[in-house]
């Protein structure tokens, strides 16, 4: 295949929030893309999805993308239980994988898709867009270079009510609950600004639907003097905040996580009392994650990936089931379990 030529995408839930709002655009603007097939559960949706992004075909099933001889390489929107099955399966058909974040439920299934990936000779790519936008990059390089001096602490909140009780993110077998949903946001830059994993946490949560947590609070302690909140809820007001304490200065940004091109300012607060604002490139994140995507596919196994390493994402798969066994035992203790 030509390095220029783009990479035939299939996408499998393609009606998903996610992929027709942010990623199925990106693709069409990308010269390095080419979306040909699309699957829903819903047909007559699919075929819409596939007229409005210029798609070949839409099938009526998501096998049916697998077996699409012209798709390379597939993206996986569906919700959180499915996507170690469906991971698995697009490895079986020789088909590189772009799967939505969080990658898995946990740091087995996580584990078992990475190997099924590595076995087939195909790659496995979390759509984690955020690590994608240069404020996230330049964030994540002021605290970690010193300039807040020796970090003490850092709180990390992505709030939102989700009051559509039949929501998926409500099932335990969907793979619900705030810390999958939200939670991984929160985590993921408290390990890249720690540089290593904590040596104790401690949750609480309250639950919601079939029992999944609807809100969860995390607090990790990574040594060293550094300790890190975590705040993730489907019922509180919408929020999202990154906050990194250091001996000289104090890191604020708002909405860290799902940011757009118009967010690209950053807050510090000095030990002076001075306030300094700061600004990052603007730019589409998703579309950036789709041309890395495409550069990967169509670049040497042996280029450095743009995409987070997987133990980066294995690490963040079980530092939820850390805080997750950390929230049942603080019920049993307390006989709410």
């Given at each position: 295949m030509s390095p220029e030529a783009p990479v035939r995408w299939g996408v499998i839930g393609a009606t998903s929030w996610v992929a027709r709002v942010a990623v199925l655009p990106a693709m069409r603007e990308s010269p390095h893309a080419e979306v040909v097939a699309v699957a829903s559960r819903d047909p007559d949706a699919g075929r819409r999805v596939a007229a409005a992004t210029g798609a070949r075909r839409a099938h009526p099933s998501y096998e049916g993308v697998l077996e699409d001889p012209d798709v390379e390489a597939v993206y996986i929107p569906l919700p959180n239980g499915l996507h170690r099955r469906w991971t698995e399966r697009a490895a079986?058909?020789?088909?590189?994988v772009l799967c939505e974040k969080p990658l898995a439920c946990s740091g087995d299934d996580a584990r078992a898709m990475q190997a099924a990936c590595g076995d087939a000779g195909v790659r496995l790519m979390e759509a984690y867009m955020t690590?994608?936008?240069?404020?996230?990059?330049?964030?994540?390089?002021?605290?970690?270079?010193?300039?807040?001096g020796e970090l003490r602490s850092m709180r990390s909140v992505f709030t939102f009510p989700l009051a559509d009780a039949a929501n998926h993110r409500w099932l335990r077998g969907m793979g619900g609950g705030a810390l999958l949903d939200v939670g991984v946001y929160c985590l993921t830059p408290l390990l890249e600004i720690a540089g290593r994993e904590?040596?104790?946490?401690?949750?609480?949560?309250?639950?919601?639907?079939?029992?999944?947590?609807?809100?969860?609070?995390?607090?990790?302690?990574?040594?060293?003097?550094?300790?890190?909140?975590?705040?993730?809820?489907?019922e509180a007001p919408?929020?999202?905040?990154?906050?990194?304490?250091?001996?000289?200065?104090?890191?604020?940004?708002?909405?860290?996580?799902?940011?757009?091109?118009?967010?690209?300012?950053?807050?510090?607060?000095?030990?002076?009392?001075?306030?300094?604002q700061r600004r990052s490139t603007a730019l589409n994140a998703y579309r950036e994650m789709v041309?890395?995507?495409?550069?990967?596919?169509?670049?040497?196994?042996?280029?450095?990936?743009?995409f987070r390493a997987p133990a980066d994402t294995l690490a963040v798969a079980a530092?939820?089931?850390?805080?997750?066994?950390?929230?049942?035992?603080?019920?049993?203790?307390r006989g709410g379990g």
């Open positions: 079986a058909a020789g088909r590189h690590a994608f936008h240069p404020r996230h990059r330049a964030a994540v390089a002021v605290a970690r270079d010193g300039e807040l904590p040596v104790g946490v401690a949750a609480a949560r309250t639950r919601g639907g079939d029992g999944v947590d609807a809100s969860l609070r995390g607090w990790l302690d990574f040594g060293g003097g550094l300790v890190a909140t975590v705040e993730c809820s489907f919408e929020r999202q905040l990154l906050e990194v304490t250091g001996t000289d200065a104090v890191l604020s940004v708002e909405r860290p996580f799902t940011c757009g091109p118009a967010d690209t300012g950053m807050r510090l607060l000095h030990r002076d009392g001075g306030v300094e041309d890395a995507a495409c550069a990967e596919l169509r670049g040497s196994a042996d280029a450095p990936s743009r530092l939820c089931d850390r805080l997750r066994a950390a929230a049942a035992q603080a019920e049993s203790a």
